[in-house]
Each structure stands twice: as structure tokens, then as C-alpha cells.
């Protein structure tokens, strides 16, 4: 079964330029989650989607970030305009469910670096 | 609003040794699932084990084993015969029931370096 894709792997940006990632989940999982980790931090939830709703996005800084998932599968997470502290690894993570016994299956993640 | 802590930051082992990570969380419900991650230098986090309040029942598998306690609100993970291939940075994760459906709280992650 193929895990949790995530492209690009790593990004390099200047300041107040934007930038867009990509996840596909696990087939079948309606739920996917957005995480940001900062270097030497545990992960943190941006924002989680079942299927083409948004569950929870109270961390999203949505001022500068926004994300989708239309048609209930692959999601864009976008920042615009990005700050140096939006320097972090992005994880995509997906689950069945949403249900407590749900457990989170995490991508490769992608690694931003902001110039 | 529920939080875990690893004290941890840093753990050196020689290869063959055995490792515990430390890991105590707060909660208000009484029902919840705690969890340990793995993220090797590759930086995926790969699921390793998972255990919900109602079963304290410690558990082995293969060299890996936990100590669940809900009297002191730990939930410790032992590597037992730690390989070199176990270095990575660990976490400490917990989701609540309920409502808060399966959203998870980290740990701040402990890196274990196992030397040859």
C-alpha cells in the first residue's frame, strides 16, 4: 500500500514570496491533516480536512496561509507572503477516520527554508 | 487543554544497550490514546505503538516495549538491545476522545543516538 505523498521535498525561498505544497494521502483515507515542526519542536496541527471539510484550522495563521482539499483527496497547503519564521518542515498526514482510533499516517514532509 | 512533556532532550547509548524514553502527558478526559513516533534522519514520522486509556496492560513488541501509568500519567517506551539504526528522534503523542475526535498534542521529541 503507498504511504502519504508529499512533493517537493525541499524548498528555498526569499522573504514575501509565496509558496505552495502538495500531499496525497493513503487511497481511501477521508481524513488529512497539515502539521508544521519547527527545528528541535514536535509537530504541530495547522489544519485537519475530512474528506473536502475543514474539522479544525484554529492554529492556522490565516492571514498568510490557506489550504485545500477539493474533491475530498489530494490538498495544497499555501503560504502568502512568507515570513523568515514560516521556516519549518510541512507534514501531511491522513487517517480513515477522524475517530479517536484513527491513527495518523505521516508523509516524508517538505522542507521550507525562508531567505 | 491537554499537553506532553519529554524531558529528554538527548539520549546516548552504545549499541546492544537498553534505552526508556520518558514521556508524561496531562488531560482532563478519561478517555484518550497516547502513541510513540519515530523520525529517523529521513524526517517521515513512522507510527510505532498505540494505547488507549482503558487498558494499562504493559505490552512487548519485539525490542520494543511501554510502561503505561495512569496513576502518574506516563507513558514511558523502552528499546531493548538498541540498534544503530534506532537513532532518530522520538515522540510522545496524545489524542483525546470524544468531540476532540483524533487531533494530536506532541511532545517536544527525544533524540536517541546509538552508537556502534
Known amino acids: 500500500e503507498a504511504g502519504v505523498a508529499q512533493s517537493p521535498r525541499y524548498k528555498i525561498i526569499e522573504k514575501r514570496q509565496s509558496v505552495a505544497f502538495w500531499c496525497n494521502p493513503i487511497?481511501?483515507?477521508?481524513?488529512l491533516y497539515w502539521y508544521q515542526q519547527i527545528l528541535g519542536q514536535g509537530p504541530k496541527l495547522l489544519i485537519q480536512f475530512q474528506n473536502n471539510g475543514v474539522v479544525d484550522d484554529s492554529q492556522l495563521p490565516k492571514d498568510r496561509f490557506s489550504a485545500e482539499r477539493l474533491k475530498g483527496v489530494d490538498s495544497t497547503l499555501k503560504i502568502q507572503p512568507a515570513k523568515l519564521e514560516d521556516s519549518a518542515v510541512y507534514l501531511c498526514?491522513?487517517?480513515?477516520?477522524?475517530?479517536?482510533?484513527?491513527?495518523?499516517?505521516f508523509g516524508p514532509g517538505t522542507r521550507l527554508t525562508v531567505l | 487543554a491537554q499537553k506532553v512533556t519529554q524531558a529528554q532532550t538527548e539520549i546516548s547509548v552504545v549499541e546492544k544497550e537498553d534505552v526508556t524514553l520518558d514521556c508524561v502527558y496531562e488531560?482532563?478526559?478519561?478517555?484518550?490514546?497516547l502513541f510513540w513516533y519515530k523520525q529517523p534522519p529521513s524526517g517521515e514520522l513512522v507510527f510505532l505503538i498505540r494505547r488507549n486509556s482503558f487498558d494499562e496492560q504493559n505490552e512487548i513488541s519485539g525490542r520494543y516495549s511501554w510502561n503505561f501509568q495512569k496513576s502518574t500519567s506516563s507513558f514511558n517506551f523502552t528499546i531493548t538491545a538498541s540498534q544503530v539504526v534506532d537513532s532518530a528522534v522520538y515522540f510522545c503523542a496524545l489524542s483525546e476522545g470524544g468531540a476532540a475526535g483524533n487531533k494530536l498534542t506532541f511532545g517536544g521529541g527525544t533524540r536517541v543516538l546509538v552508537k556502534p
Open positions: 498526514a491522513s487517517s480513515l477516520f477522524s475517530r479517536s482510533t484513527d491513527t495518523q499516517y
Open positions: 488531560t482532563r478526559d478519561t478517555t484518550y490514546y
Open positions: 487511497s481511501g483515507h477521508a481524513t
